[in-house]
C-alpha cells in the first residue's frame, strides 16, 4: 500500500535512475499489475498508452484515447502503489502548447513521476508499424518547452520520444534528440532503433540519459539488461510483456471453459486465491474489518 513520504514521486523516479543502471521500467496495465511488479522488486512501472487503449478501453492504439482516458488509470495505480509511474502521453492530447501543458499539471496531480511525449503527428501510429509521420523539430521542441514550463514539481521528468529514426535516418534522429534536449527533455526514446550501436550514439550526442523499448514481436531484438548497458542505455522499458503474457492465459482459460465445460484442465495456470489475497493485501484488510467488528459488539 501507498505511504506517506515526503518525496514527490519525480523525485522518487530521479533516485531510481541513480540507483538502479540502466533501470529497468516494466508495464502495469492497472493497479493489480503494479503491485505485482513492486513485489517482483522492480524500482519503476510504466503505464503504456498502448495498454490504455487495448487494455482498458478495447480499442487499438492509435491517438484515439483521451487525456482523461490515461489519467483514470494512473489514479487507480498511484492510490495503491508508491512505484514512480512514467505514463505515456502520446503527443501532448491536444495540438497546442496549452494541451500539453494541461497534459503535464493532470499527470502531476494524479501521481505520476514521469512522462514521455513523442515527434508523430496528431494521427499517430503504433512505433513499431509502418505509416508513421512525424512533426517538426521546431514543433516538437516546442512541446517539449511547454511541459518544461507547465511542470509544478521541479522534479517530475519528461521525455522525448522521436520516432523519425524509421523515417529520416540516423544522423537527422541524431539531431532531432539533441535540440529535445536542448528544450528541455531529461531523457531521449528513440523508438524502433533496431541497431544496438546506435544507442550509444545518441548517448553521444545528447549527453542524457537514452530509453531502450525492449517491447516483444516488433523492430528490435530482445536486448539483455547487460548488453544494453554496454551500449550506454540508462532506462530500459518493457511496456506490455505482463499483459500479453495475461491475455494469452486468460485466451487459454476461456477456450478450456468453453470445450472441456470445466477449468480443472487449466488450473495450475492460475494464480491462486491466497496469492491474490497477499498480492493485495487482503488479511490486512479482513484484520481491520474484524476489529472494527469487534469494537462495535463491545458498545
Do not use: W
Not at 103 to 109: A, C, G, P
Not at 129 to 141: C, T
Amino acid at each position: 500500500m501507498q505511504t506517506n513520504n515526503l518525496k514527490s514521486p519525480g523525485q522518487k523516479f530521479r533516485e531510481a535512475l541513480k540507483t538502479e543502471s540502466p533501470l529497468q521500467i516494466v508495464g502495469a496495465i492497472n493497479a493489480n499489475h503494479a503491485l505485482l511488479a513492486q513485489q517482483a522488486g522492480f524500482n519503476a512501472i510504466y503505464l503504456s498508452g498502448g495498454g490504455v487503449a487495448a487494455g482498458s478501453l478495447g480499442i487499438p492504439d492509435l491517438g484515439i484515447t483521451t487525456l482523461e482516458d490515461v489519467l483514470i488509470d494512473i489514479q487507480r495505480i498511484t492510490n495503491v502503489c508508491d512505484l514512480p509511474l512514467m505514463a505515456d502521453v502520446d503527443t501532448g492530447f491536444g495540438p497546442s502548447a496549452f494541451n500539453v501543458a494541461r497534459t503535464v499539471k493532470s499527470l502531476i496531480k494524479a501521481g505520476a513521476a514521469a512522462l514521455h511525449i513523442e515527434d508523430q503527428v496528431g494521427a499517430k501510429r503504433c512505433g513499431h508499424r509502418p505509416g508513421k509521420e512525424v512533426v517538426s523539430k521546431a514543433e516538437m521542441a516546442d512541446r517539449l518547452k511547454a511541459a518544461v514550463d507547465a511542470r509544478t514539481d521541479e522534479h517530475f521528468v519528461i521525455g522525448a520520444r522521436t520516432d523519425a529514426f524509421a523515417i529520416e535516418g540516423l544522423e537527422k534522429t541524431l539531431e532531432r534528440a539533441v535540440a529535445y534536449k536542448e528544450a528541455g527533455a531529461d531523457f531521449i526514446f528513440a523508438e524502433a532503433v533496431p541497431d544496438l550501436s546506435y544507442y550509444q550514439k545518441f548517448v553521444d550526442a545528447t549527453g542524457i540519459p537514452v530509453l531502450a523499448n525492449i517491447t516483444e514481436f516488433g523492430m528490435i531484438d530482445m536486448y539483455t539488461v547487460d548488453e544494453l548497458k554496454n551500449a550506454g542505455v540508462g532506462l530500459i522499458l518493457y511496456p506490455l510483456s505482463a499483459f500479453r503474457a495475461a491475455n494469452k492465459a486468460a485466451e487459454n482459460v476461456y477456450r478450456h471453459i468453453r470445450k472441456d465445460g470445466t477449468q480443472k484442465n487449466v488450473l495450475d495456470t492460475m494464480q491462486t486465491r491466497e496469492e491474490l489475497y497477499k498480492s493485495i493485501g487482503y488479511h490486512n484488510y479482513e484484520q481491520k474489518l474484524d476489529n472494527l467488528f469487534k469494537a462495535q459488539k463491545n458498545d
